[in-house]
């Protein structure tokens, strides 16, 4: 994603104490899961909750080796549907692009509000995502995940 002209803050991703602290709960919840935080999955959280923005599958794998050397690519994409199903991160389909979770706890429907101008994409409660789920028990259907995303311009890049 391009850097815009608009005048705003950059994106907040993780750093220092509040990273280790995150990494910690994310490792807690693998756990309390049956799962395993391995490293892979691990570093990709990582990567993610520095990032505090969308990002893409190949941008990852370019960053992902700790000693500066890309990763495999399935590697990175199995650590990324690990973390999706565990609801960690989630998928954003239009962007093609994986964010980190910002909600904590609970297997959420997620909603985002994504700027196409600088970017910026912030996860809101989605709109009564008990009607999606009601909907579906009528007719058996399983969901698996709902996402919704709003497409626009951020505070910042509509003034
Ligand atoms: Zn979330
Ligand atoms: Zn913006
Ligand atoms: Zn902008």
Same mark, same amino acid.
């Given at each position: 994603?391009?850097?815009?002209?608009?005048?705003?803050?950059?994106?907040?991703?993780?750093?220092?104490?509040?990273?280790?602290?995150?990494?910690?709960?994310?490792?807690?919840?693998?756990?309390?899961?049956?799962?395993?935080?391995?490293?892979?999955?691990?570093?990709?959280?990582?990567?993610?909750?520095?990032?505090?923005?969308?990002?893409?599958?190949?941008?990852?794998? &370019?960053?992902?080796?700790?000693?500066?050397?890309?990763?495999?690519?399935?590697?990175?994409?199995?650590?990324?549907?690990?973390?999706?199903?565990?609801?960690?991160?989630?998928?954003?389909?239009?962007? @093609?692009?994986?964010?980190?979770?910002?909600?904590?706890?609970? @297997?959420?429907?997620?909603?985002?509000?994504?700027?196409?101008?600088?970017?910026?994409?912030?996860?809101?409660?989605?709109?009564?995502?008990?009607?999606?789920?009601?909907?579906?028990?009528?007719?058996?259907?399983?969901?698996?995940?709902?996402?919704? &995303?709003?497409?626009?311009?951020?505070?910042?890049?509509?003034?």
């Amino acid at each position: 994603m391009a850097e815009c002209e608009h005048d705003h803050d950059g994106p907040e991703g993780l750093s220092g104490h509040h990273l280790s602290h995150a990494l910690h709960d994310a490792e807690d919840r693998c756990v309390r899961a049956g799962e395993r935080m391995t490293q892979p999955r691990r570093r990709a959280l990582e990567l993610l909750l520095e990032a505090g923005k969308p990002m893409k599958a190949y941008d990852l794998i &370019e960053i992902f080796g700790e000693d500066g050397r890309p990763a495999k690519p399935p590697t990175v994409y199995r650590a990324l549907d690990f973390l999706a199903k565990l609801g960690l991160a989630h998928r954003i389909e239009s962007l @093609n692009a994986y964010v980190a979770c910002e909600m904590g706890e609970r @297997n959420h429907a997620a909603a985002f509000l994504i700027c196409d101008c600088c970017g910026a994409t912030e996860e809101v409660e989605p709109f009564a995502p008990e009607k999606v789920q009601a909907a579906a028990s009528k007719s058996g259907y399983i969901i698996e995940a709902v996402t919704v &995303e709003a497409h626009g311009r951020c505070g910042a890049c509509a003034s």
